[in-house]
């Protein structure tokens, strides 16, 4: 924390355990030329779910028990064009019984500048849709991944 | 507020003074068989411009200032399948001089069942990226949607 | 046809014995200002899965036997900008033993200007992949909006 | 050609002169659990707009001519997963004054399976849509990828 502003301090990409390439698609970019908003949850869906297949070998359709998306949100903080590599950073803050919250950011261009903080919480689920704990297999893959990062707060409407 | 769990009461379609139909694609169905969580933010930024358009005529791609996405954030709360109707609730919470918060909602069915709630907030910018008030006839009609309104908040994380 | 030409008499609206409403959504536009390629996919895939849907109660994710695409084919006339209406004219054309052809058209704006034609064809198949027969109820269907109307054509390149 | 039949002889990634990576995003998969469609589009369109933005570094949303989409399509031959990693095979077909058409492919996973075919036209607009010549550095880049390849066809309705 930055004492003087009460602000987290400046989250790189070498904070996050985990970077996952992404791309920008042509039909992302939307009329204000930059990326759209709701493609950065695509982006974040596709890291976790991608780095859970690599970890477990988790195949989602065939599972018994299955995280669906509790919450998510995004703070967007400078526009990403057509052309730009992504990274995502991705780590695990809390994790509960049946639940994991995930901290997330976007990181574009050659010099990683921050595009997007993301927030991300995961509910296990039977198939019926009754909470379930989090499957073993999947809560050692999250403990590999947990750090102590700050985690993504709506900011005051000041301004 | 329920004086005893401390959450909002439980908001309604009626809750919120503007109600726009959206539409569930073939596509926006994931492998879950549920409508896929990105798509949700699709809908509410739809639901915002369309609603800012019919009210102000603002043609967002010609205008001097424009409003950006800040933050935005979803909360789940029931799926969605393909086949079901949705309506999406829009109320103004917070108007500062250069942004605006949105409190919504997606309700799915003939029953109006709430499937989601959600925070938006736009940042008005000039072309150039520069933060500039907001425009005064979008301002108007701001007011004119702004209620007492429960915003989202992010649940704390305990099971 | 038209004599002249050699090209099919223009399809108006009125061609298509099954009409459905679509949205433009504010992702769906690219930074060209115009609703992009990609989507009118969309639209067509929504329009024909909405309509069998609504005529045989089809819930695709439990059926036996799935329409699956073999392949599509667009042709651009007009572009769509964010805030206009369209319709999404759909006819059957040939049908097969396993398989059918759709002739579509998206049309925008309160004139129903053409924007583009459509080809589709659905492949039935079993849940292994294998091809099936057409399933009884989807025939009837099908043969309900069967017309004599030209297919899609790819333009010769000549300019 | 294959005489017997003469369907072309099966095209393989190596026949296509340039290779783009794309990636399965968790959104593209559908209740089907194979990926939409409509998302082969999107990797088509992409995957042009990258090479011609590498060859030539055309900003298009500053050209003055730019490439609109006349017509596209694709033929589905194989079912791509969440998990694979795709080739978006790449081939210039004809060039005329002011089209052009690209002959592509979608190759699936480490073995390089041929998951579609697919037709592309790009027609060069001055801003106000009218047709343009193609302009001479992107004609360069299109000579320098034009291959004798087979396009893509309609196959018969005829199972």
Known sequence: MNATTGKPA???????????PMQ????DVDMYGHVNN???????DSAINGWLLDEVGAVPREADVIGVV????????????????????LAVGAIGTSSVTYVLAAFAGSE?????LGHWVHVYVER???????PSEIA??????QVD???LTFRKLSR
């Open 140 to 145: 050692v893959a999250l403990k590999s991944a």
């Open 70 to 89: 509790g919450e998510s949100a995004c703070s967007y903080e400078s526009e990403v064009g057509y052309g730009e590599e992504i990274s995502i950073g």
């Open 10 to 20: 400046g989250l790189r990409i070498a904070d996050y355990p985990v970077r996952i």
């Open 128 to 134: 019926d849709g009754s909470v379930a704990p989090i």
């Open 38 to 44: 709701a493609v950065y949850y695509q982006w974040f």
């Open 149 to 151: 990062i700050a985690p």
């Open 24 to 27: 920008v698609r042509w039909s």
């Open 112 to 116: 990683a500048r921050r595009a997007a």
